[in-house]
């Protein structure tokens, strides 16, 4: 990868999700079901459309996203998915998710969420995976 900072694991990771909006589009397909630009553009946190589109190619160019044409609808339109590789990060923004909920009184995890991942982390997982795969 152009840029890389070094071999280290961590700044791998970093170098290709590490930047403020890449963690937030895997959620919102990922997690969210949001499969359409619209739909992803519509997230509470606000991503501008020119910063979205880079995120997206930049996401496809790393194979952790596939991005198709819709046929029959208006003008040009794409679905968004995860692949095998971008679901293997959900794992993380759940582990993400489950430490914002206990140290920041103000993070928006439901309960039954939070509960869920706390008594069985692995099942709740794979239940974000295979929800993602459809």
Not at 12 to 40: K, N
Not at 94 to 108: E, L, Y
Request: glycine share 6%; hydrophobic share 40%; charged share 25%.
């Amino acid at each position: 990868m152009p840029g890389e900072r070094s071999k280290c694991p961590m700044a791998h990771v970093l170098d290709i999700v590490g930047d403020r909006w890449t963690l937030l589009v895997i959620r919102d397909i990922g997690m969210f079901g949001r499969t359409s630009f619209s739909e992803i553009l519509a997230a509470p946190e606000s991503i501008s459309p020119s910063t979205l589109t880079a995120r997206l190619d930049m996401l496809v160019c790393e194979k952790l996203i596939t991005k198709t044409p819709v046929v029959g609808g208006p003008g040009r339109q794409f679905r968004y998915e995860l692949t095998e590789r971008g679901a293997d990060l959900l794992p993380l923004l759940a582990k993400m998710m489950q430490w914002s909920a206990r140290h920041d009184p103000n993070t928006i995890v439901s309960a039954a969420l939070r509960k869920r991942l706390e008594r069985d982390f692995d099942a709740t997982v794979e239940e974000l995976r295979s929800t993602a795969a459809k």
